[in-house]
């Protein structure tokens, strides 16, 4: 029988980590207490006999000063649990004081303790910090495929072998190779250019469309560069790497040796693969209307992997890669192929971060190759926008798009526009200078971007520029109120302007200073710890706290679509779970945390 106690949800974090006998334990020993206004439920400094758990009223927390004074650090209410480290530490962080007559569950220290000995889950809730308790929530949201595929290594799927020919080898004696060792791919080396791929369908189109003869060597018919995954690496990145590049089948490292090799009917064997699908049908889109047709199903992807738990890294870097070959897909529709070479397409923002969900606004911009004339191109840049536009990308409201004249440039007038950046600080350049910070090369010739990434790495070097761009970082005001509760308006927090924004801009800022190449927010972070920016315990929690923003963010947003309204930033606190609740102060004090250190880094006010 599963022990209860009327107004203690023992199925609810932390309790829900308990095993039944330990439910028990926790019935049997909690009693509940009255607390007048005023009272002092815990000193800061000292021990506490009990762990609280609030049945009604509220209780603030707040850091003792001097003179007498005090600093509010969080307010707590009905169902929140506090009081644990006071007793794990034997003393408390904050002093704890009745708001109000308030009614409290009381459960007794020596009791605390032995369940947090006797259950390491329990014991890690309250022992570590917003990383851990983020992954035990994970633990509970992963059922069935997909948190197998999540889990999952590519060293226990069930890999080909890895078989090398020379890149004189004949078509037909490669085609001899593949049916003896049973594979459907060959490795290609001797090529001066590097190690390639070739799959039975290169051979079969080399006879029958390539006119060549089966004494034809294979070393020009070989895909370069090899795409490889590493052994340790998830199913779930196997799925991206491979719908990002538009391939079958990849390598797979163990270090720098080959294992074997991994295809897209190994990984559908492990997980029944939609976003798969939608790549194929846009593949074979001949025209804008099946290029839309294709990518409709995008947000029901999101959903279903969002509903079974993915993480949100993986899940952005998957719809990342679907949107680059959506982009690509219309910029090969509306350029014609004489002319793409002159060319490339930008994504910046989020969709440069790679850090988009679902479908926003469009971000993008052109490089055009110095000295390049064509006059189609107004024309050109404009379908590709309507396109988009058509597809589901709504236009930018600050017209930052391909269509403005001032977002495509020559390469030589965005050099000149990016010193004059480092010359001019105002708002306007400002947002500017950011989003460019964050672009990403998605179609076209990329190198002509190359040329011009030197002038943006180097603009790192102007303190005053910097200094400028880090203000910003603290323009959006506290996400949490005085008392320490989630800041609301209408009874939503608006999690891009309160925590999205403060971590990836000051990501961005100090990845700028610090000469750091990565885009992704995620990745900044880690080159930034490796460089000694940022210290390991800040580095850990920022991740977890951009995660978790941006996976409650994107519960609202479904949400919201699912009841015809427009998906947008803003989240309904109340109707959170407990946890969510709690994950989402804990990581704005993150934010907060962040924005101090990013104060004191750039030598701001605050």
Request: net charge neutral; glycine share 8%.
């Amino acid at each position: 029988m599963t022990a209860t106690v009327p107004g203690l949800d023992l199925d609810s974090p932390p309790f829900d980590l308990l095993d039944a006998g330990q439910k028990a334990r926790v019935a049997a020993a909690v009693d509940l207490g009255f607390h007048p206004d005023g009272t002092r439920l815990i000193e800061a400094g000292q021990a506490s006999p009990h762990v609280f758990v609030i049945l009604k009223g509220r209780v603030q927390a707040s850091d003792p000063g001097a003179a007498g004074g005090e600093a509010r650090f969080a307010e707590y209410g009905p169902g929140d649990l506090f009081g644990a480290f006071a007793v794990i530490a034997g003393r408390a962080r904050h002093r704890y004081v009745a708001v109000g007559d308030t009614l409290c569950f009381l459960l007794p220290a020596t009791v605390f303790v032995q369940l947090v000995a006797d259950n390491p889950r329990f014991a890690a809730y309250f022992h570590e910090a917003l990383s851990v308790k983020r992954r035990l929530l994970a633990g509970q949201q992963q059922p069935g495929e997909l948190g197998r595929m999540m889990l999952t290594r590519v060293r226990d799927a069930q890999l080909a072998p890895v078989v090398a020919v020379p890149d004189h080898t004949g078509i037909g004696a490669a085609a001899l190779a593949l049916r003896e060792h049973r594979v459907d791919c060959l490795v290609v080396t001797g090529d001066p250019a590097g190690p390639g791929i070739i799959t039975r369908t290169d051979l079969l189109d080399a006879l029958t469309t390539g006119g060549l003869d089966a004494a034809a060597p294979i070393g020009a018919l070989a895909s370069r560069p090899l795409r490889a995954v590493r052994a340790d690496d998830v199913l779930f990145q196997a799925i991206v790497t491979m719908t990002e590049h538009h391939i079958e089948r990849v390598v797979v490292l163990e270090g720098e040796q080959p294992l074997g090799t991994l295809g897209m009917a190994e990984v559908l064997a492990h997980y029944a693969s939609s976003s798969h699908l939608i790549s194929l049908r846009l593949a074979r889109a001949q025209s804008i209307e099946e290029i839309a047709d294709a990518s409709s199903g995008m947000t029901d992807l999101v959903r279903q992997l969002h509903a079974q738990g993915a993480k949100m890294s993986y899940l952005m870097e998957l719809v990342s890669a679907l949107n680059r070959r959506i982009m690509a897909r219309v910029f090969e529709q509306v350029v014609p192929v004489q002319h793409r070479d002159k060319l490339c397409l930008l994504v910046l923002g989020s969709e440069g971060r790679r850090e988009q969900i679902l479908k926003t606004d469009q971000d993008n911009a052109l490089v055009i190759a110095d000295g390049f004339d064509w006059p189609g191109l107004p024309a050109a840049m404009d379908a590709f926008s309507q396109a988009l536009a058509r597809i589901g990308y709504p236009p930018c409201p600050g017209g930052v798009m391909v269509s403005h004249p001032h977002w495509r440039l020559a390469q030589s007038a965005w050099r000149d526009r990016i010193s004059q950046w480092s010359r001019v600080a105002d708002g306007q350049t400002a947002l500017d200078l950011a989003i460019v910070l964050d672009a990403r090369p998605v179609a076209g010739n990329a190198a002509l971007f190359d040329d011009i990434t030197p002038a943006l790495r180097a603009l790192g070097k102007d303190n005053i520029l910097l200094r400028y761009l880090a203000e910003a970082t603290l323009s959006k005001g506290n996400p949490l109120t005085w008392r320490g509760q989630v800041r609301e308006a209408d009874g939503r927090a608006d999690l891009k302007r309160g925590g999205v924004f403060p971590l990836v801009h000051g990501l961005r800022t100090l990845a700028l200073r610090h000469d750091i190449g990565h885009r992704n927010s995620f990745d900044r972070c880690a080159a930034l710890v490796q460089a000694g920016a940022i210290d390991a315990e800040l580095g850990r929690d920022l991740p977890q706290a951009l995660a978790v923003l941006m996976r409650l963010r994107l519960g609202q947003q479904l949400a919201d679509l699912a009841a015809g309204r427009a998906p947008g930033n803003a989240v309904d606190v109340a109707s959170l779970r407990r946890l969510d609740r709690e994950l989402l102060r804990d990581a704005l004090r993150v934010v907060n945390a962040f924005k101090s250190y990013v104060t004191e880094s750039f030598h701001l006010t605050g």
